[in-house]
């Protein structure tokens, strides 16, 4: 489904579906929500390389956007009147005869308790019918889900199962290759990840939600984990404490101005030089970066250069 189909007609005014702004709030997709707000207003005469070009957006993070978008799109042809607001409350007999009588759902409990080495309990086996029956994931995206819990946390918690199936039936990922190509992406970005979280002093394994919503503007807007510690040093001198909200302030002040790597923030901004630690802090090149850091870095790279074309 094109993006434009969930718009209302052309005009002056221009009005947002509050389910899709629910949705995109949800994903916590920028990209997505940018991309969202241009079709918004310019309708069925938005074209896709223009509207990179405009929201400066690389062709990879601009086919990621329309993707996550019309992903979250698709549940609009459902009418709210024919969709529960609330999951059932399944009772005893449906559970066992759901287990009983469905055998892809059975083998997703039988993937379950391989998973959690165990038998299911009342309450794990009615969160696997909500995913399945009421938030629409097949039984290879759920089994998919169960797996990726496994290898990240190690112990695989109701709460878990239950977070995470109701985030991807928001961003649209209901079938095995959609999570399949999520997971993968996960995989790709989650060095750089790990270290923007060790960079806001958090737990990669364990990030809270504001934590989260830092490193997703980091990493949706270039900035290597030297400069999101450079903000966090900034929190501390100018608040005494650890502010998240400051620190994407800070962030989002950066990319503004256009910069993003510690060099450009401290051409930009002299006085940040003795804000890491008690020394200059150090450009960032390639001397100093990882493998995996000079490749993003070149992509970032590459991107400014085809913005300013």
Not at 103 to 123: D, I, N
């Amino acid at each position: 489904m094109a993006p434009t189909s969930v718009l209302l007609p052309e005009g002056e005014l221009r009005v947002a579906r509050c389910d899709m702004l629910d949705k995109l709030i949800a994903v916590g997709d920028g990209d997505a929500a940018l991309l969202y707000l241009y079709i918004l207003r310019h309708g069925g005469a938005a074209d896709a390389k223009v509207a990179a070009r405009v929201l400066h957006l690389s062709g990879e993070r601009y086919e990621r956007a329309a993707f996550t978008l019309n992903q979250l799109t698709a549940p609009v042809q459902v009418s709210e009147t024919d969709k529960p607001a609330d999951a059932p409350q399944y009772t005893t007999d449906e559970l066992r005869r759901a287990r009983m009588d469905d055998h892809r759902f059975a083998a997703v409990c039988e993937s379950a308790e391989a998973t959690l080495g165990r038998t299911l309990t009342e309450g794990q086996l009615r969160c696997l019918l909500t995913a399945y029956d009421h938030l629409g994931l097949d039984a290879g995206a759920i089994i998919e889900l169960l797996s990726y819990l496994k290898k990240e946390k190690g112990t695989v918690r109701l709460a878990d199962i239950k977070r995470e199936a109701y985030q991807w039936a928001d961003m649209g990922i209901v079938t095995a290759p959609d999570a399949q190509q999520y997971l993968a992406r996960r995989v790709n970005e989650k060095p750089l990840s790990d270290a923007v979280y060790r960079a806001l002093g958090a737990d990669p394994a364990q990030p809270a939600p504001k934590e989260q919503r830092v490193c997703r503007f980091a990493l949706a807007h270039g900035f290597p984990p030297e400069a999101v510690e450079l903000a966090v040093r900034r929190t501390d001198r100018h608040q005494g404490r650890r502010s998240l909200d400051y620190t994407l302030g800070i962030l989002r002040k950066w990319d503004a101005g256009g910069v993003h790597t510690v060099s450009e923030i401290t051409a930009l901004e002299p006085e940040a030089r003795a804000v890491v630690g008690q020394t200059t802090a150090q450009p960032t090149d390639s001397a100093t970066l990882a493998a995996w850091e000079q490749d993003w870095a070149a992509r970032v790279r590459s991107h400014r250069r085809k913005t300013e074309e």
